[in-house]
């Protein structure tokens, strides 16, 4: 299985980016997918989940209202639409995998993209 994450960059606070992580290989539609990030100095943290017939979405509590997972099954992509970034949202972001499960801990993850980079200045 390969994760390939996109869509990173330096922002402004108060913008929006969009990141995408294609899948590669693995089952993508009996595969619960989901965002991960890893701020400097702190240990990875779950921001959103996406069930396999995106039916369920869970988010954590600092990114609720303001982000937003979606995928494509057509194009073995998840998606996250990130709206109101705060210079806290500042991380590393990695895109996960699990067969047949969503997972909100980083121990009970399956599969890892590369991560990539989101800044947000104030």
């Known amino acids: 299985v390969q994760l390939q994450a996109s869509g990173g960059g330096s922002v402004q606070a108060g913008d929006s980016l969009r990141l995408s992580c294609v899948a590669s290989?693995?089952?993508?539609?009996?595969?619960?997918m989901g965002w991960f990030r890893q701020a400097p100095g702190k240990e990875r943290e779950f921001v959103a989940v996406?069930?396999?017939?995106?039916?369920?979405?869970y988010y954590a509590d600092s990114v609720k209202g303001r982000f937003t997972i979606s995928r494509d099954n057509a194009k073995n992509t998840v998606y996250l639409e990130m709206n109101s970034l705060k210079p806290e949202d500042t991380a590393v972001y990695y895109c996960?995998?699990?067969?047949?499960?969503?997972?909100?801990?980083?121990?009970?993850?399956?599969?890892w993209g590369q991560g990539t980079l989101v800044t947000v200045s104030s």
């Open positions: 996406i069930g396999w017939s995106a039916d369920s979405t």
């Open positions: 290989g693995g089952t993508f539609t009996r595969s619960g």
């Open positions: 996960s995998m699990n067969h047949l499960a969503i997972a909100t801990r980083r121990q009970s993850v399956d599969y």
